[in-house]
């Protein structure tokens, strides 16, 4: 056996809190990699309507998460359609009230100050209820603390923490975490991931590199 299969809805039988978040994705604007899962007692299968907020088609924005992605409990993504405009006198959306106040206000506006696409690199884990804010980039291997709000992009293999959230410290040293992303385990196919499991969990890393 290879690991369970990530076209799995539910991965772990009698535990229906926790799901392979790419078999319950219908927006063509949010892409799951494979076993990414997100846990949700109150029912995780709503995570594209209850956790990806504001998002709006019009904009063009998307949500990437990437492979083996440990989303925990409340974790939220703000899109780019929470932000107000701030090139006038007034951030106030007079348009979207209409009775008059539509007129003469181009939409692309708010296309044109997109942050751009969120994406949320390979082996990462988010903790509970931390906020990621639109256009953000986590880099693959990332930590983020419980009740984070993520307002910049994380580096590959930090730890953050705090709101806004800072950058407590890197998992691993400089050369480590170049090798890491060079090795990139977490596009290997299933079966040879499950060969090299005790270099990966036991943090072997010269096991990794001849693997490759």
């Given at each position: 056996m290879h690991g369970p299969n990530p076209s799995t809805p539910y991965p772990m039988a009698g535990f229906p809190r926790t799901v392979f978040l790419k078999n319950f994705i219908t927006r063509p604007t949010i892409e799951i990699g494979d076993y990414s899962y997100y846990d949700d007692p109150d029912g995780a299968e709503r995570f594209e309507d209850d956790n990806v907020l504001y998002h709006f088609e019009f904009y063009g924005d998307r949500l990437i998460i990437k492979n083996f992605v440990a989303i925990a409990h409340g974790v939220t993504f703000i899109m780019n359609g929470a932000n107000h405009l701030m090139t006038g006198f007034s951030t106030y959306p007079f348009n979207i009230f209409g009775n008059g106040w539509e007129k003469d206000f181009d939409a692309s506006a708010y296309v044109a100050a997109s942050r751009g696409d969120t994406v949320?690199?390979?082996?990462?884990?988010?903790?509970?209820?931390?906020?990621?804010?639109?256009?953000?980039?986590?880099?693959?291997?990332?930590?983020?603390?419980?009740?984070?709000?993520?307002?910049?992009?994380?580096?590959?293999?930090?730890?953050?923490?705090?709101?806004?959230?800072?950058?407590?410290?890197?998992?691993?040293?400089?050369?480590?975490?170049?090798?890491?992303?060079?090795?990139?385990?977490?596009?290997?196919?299933?079966?040879?991931?499950t060969r090299n499991l005790a270099a990966i969990r036991g943090g072997d890393l010269s096991a990794l590199a001849t693997a490759r």
């Open positions: 949320v690199g390979n082996d990462v884990w988010i903790g509970r209820e931390a906020r990621i804010m639109p256009g953000v980039t986590v880099g693959d291997g990332a930590v983020i603390g419980a009740h984070a709000v993520v307002a910049g992009d994380v580096p590959p293999f930090a730890i953050v923490a705090g709101n806004p959230a800072r950058v407590i410290r890197l998992r691993f040293d400089e050369k480590t975490v170049a090798a890491l992303l060079d090795i990139a385990w977490w596009y290997w196919p299933a079966e040879k991931i």
